[in-house]
């Protein structure tokens, strides 16, 4: 059995490793002709290679699914499945060979959108900004408890922003010279666009004295402050998210909450790397009732077709859901789990029935 086994995993393995690497290539391959017009090909290589390590994420779910329908689909038509019949090893043992293998790669998917695709959109976001803008002056962090941006002369740190009222909760600008000393800082409790400037409430502002550099500390009720940043520049921060680690977003959000913003696209941001992670298991499951079968004549491309028919409906659905949690018209869980909680059960109805 022991040989058996790691023939069946190393067979599995070699056609994940192939369906991984070649679904991203496909995916690397088509971002980079759609985006052709756009951007040079050198940087367009280097803007697309950043997101190498996400798209190997996103394209874990069908690799699973296609090495399971490869791995059976082959096992069956060369009578080998119906050979461990015979010895007395049941579909269910090979397939608990098989699910170890897919739910070490739901783990390993989970750490590398954890700890390796921030790394990387934070390099792609610089460069995008510093090499293909020729921003220089520009520089926009996110971090768990302030969001940092710099842009010319001036340097924000936002305790929050809500994008739907256009308001920055707890706002701080220092305001630098052209030889990059600190002029003056302000800090409000609240910002509000009024279509040209922005409008601070409930703050104070510290000059320094260019002679002797000795602060002086005044109180205001409102202030407008003049800068070419509006709430379109600061929306950003959204797309920014994906630069922080899951701790981090927590956090994130705890702190949008606590001014009472509402973080539900956040929320949903934060369920579905979890839920994302494991949907190859899923997959893996969905493939074994349409890898398996009596007649094996001209089924190997029926059995693509129709695993890849349900998976097409999967995404539709998980997108579906991912919006409506986004909207608020379901829970944030909900929206993320739902659609593997609905498939998860019509592949375990499938493999009862095929044992029937």
């Known amino acids: 059995m022991q040989i058996l086994a790691r023939y069946i995993a190393a067979a599995f393995f070699k056609n994940l490793v192939l369906a991984l690497f070649g679904l991203a290539g496909l995916f690397f391959f088509q971002t980079v002709i759609t985006q052709l017009n756009d951007y040079a090909l050198n940087q367009l290589l280097i803007y697309s290679f950043y997101d190498f390590p996400k798209m190997v994420v996103m394209v874990a779910p069908p690799a699973a699914l296609l090495a399971t329908v490869l791995t059976f689909s082959t096992m069956s038509k060369t009578n080998e499945l119906v050979a461990c019949y015979s010895i007395g ?5 090979i397939i608990s060979i098989i699910l170890p293998i897919v739910f070490v790669m739901c783990c390993l998917s989970l ?8 790394a990387f959109q934070d390099k792609k976001s610089l460069f995008y900004w510093k090499e293909i803008k020729k921003r220089q002056d520009f520089f926009l962090d996110v971090q768990q408890e302030k969001i940092w941006y710099r842009s010319n002369n001036f340097i924000y740190h936002l305790r929050s922003f809500d994008p739907n009222s256009d308001r920055i909760f707890g706002i701080g600008v220092y305001v630098f010279n052209d030889d990059f000393q600190l002029n003056e800082m302000l800090q409000a409790e609240t910002a509000d666009y009024n279509g040209v400037s922005w409008e601070l409430s409930n703050g104070k502002s510290t000059t320094f004295n260019a002679k002797t550099g000795f602060p002086i500390t005044d109180s205001f009720k409102k202030r407008v402050l003049k800068i070419k940043e509006g709430p379109s520049d600061f929306k950003m921060i959204e797309k920014e998210v994906d630069r922080l680690r899951i701790k981090d977003l927590v956090r994130f959000i705890a702190t949008n909450k606590k001014s009472g913003i509402d973080s539900k696209v956040f929320e949903v941001k934060l369920h579905s790397r979890f839920s994302l992670s494991f949907i190859p298991l899923l997959m893996c499951l969905i493939a074994v009732p349409f890898s398996v079968s009596r007649s094996r004549e ?11 028919t349900i998976t097409f409906f999967y995404w539709l659905i998980y997108s579906i859901s991912i919006s409506l949690g986004e909207k608020g018209t379901i829970t944030p869980a909900i929206s993320a789990w739902f659609p593997s909680i609905v498939f998860g059960s019509f592949a375990l109805y499938l493999l009862n029935r095929m044992r029937r």
């Open 111 to 118: 750490v590398v959108q954890d700890r390796i695709v921030p």
């Open 298 to 308: 001209g089924r190997l491309g029926k059995d693509l077709a129709i695993a890849f």
């Open 89 to 93: 090893i049941s579909l269910n043992q």
